[in-house]
């Protein structure tokens, strides 16, 4: 049974920073590519940030020189590692494993960033 289990969000004001953690089961993690995703109240969702299994990254305009992706395959875990966080950051946060046609979603934790 394959499982994705974010963790780390919550509340932070402007500025702040917050380490989310997505563990993984199931899966032979270290092929899968990652990513991150959030969606917004009334807001489709975006692709935040991502990690191939070979350690490419690529990031959304919005948060490039905030967030840094990362993955520690001995821990079958991703890393999205946010500073000066943004009102306008305020999502859900849910990550993405990948490999060709295979495909799965963590159930998200929430990040809100308010004063």
């Known amino acids: 049974q394959v499982q994705l289990v974010e963790s780390g969000g919550g509340l932070v004001q402007p500025g702040g920073s917050l380490r989310l953690s997505c563990a993984a089961s199931g899966i032979i993690f270290s092929i899968y590519d990652m990513d991150w995703y959030r969606q917004a109240p009334g807001k489709q969702r975006e692709l935040v940030a991502g990690?191939?299994?070979?350690?490419?990254?690529n990031y959304a305009d919005s948060v490039k020189g905030r967030f840094t992706i990362s993955r520690d395959n001995a821990k079958n875990t991703v890393y999205l590692q946010m500073n000066s966080l943004k009102p306008e950051d305020t999502a859900d946060y849910s990550c993405n494993a990948h490999y060709r046609w295979m495909n799965y979603w963590g159930q998200g934790t929430q990040v809100t960033v308010s004063s």
């Open positions: 990690i191939s299994s070979g350690g490419s990254l």
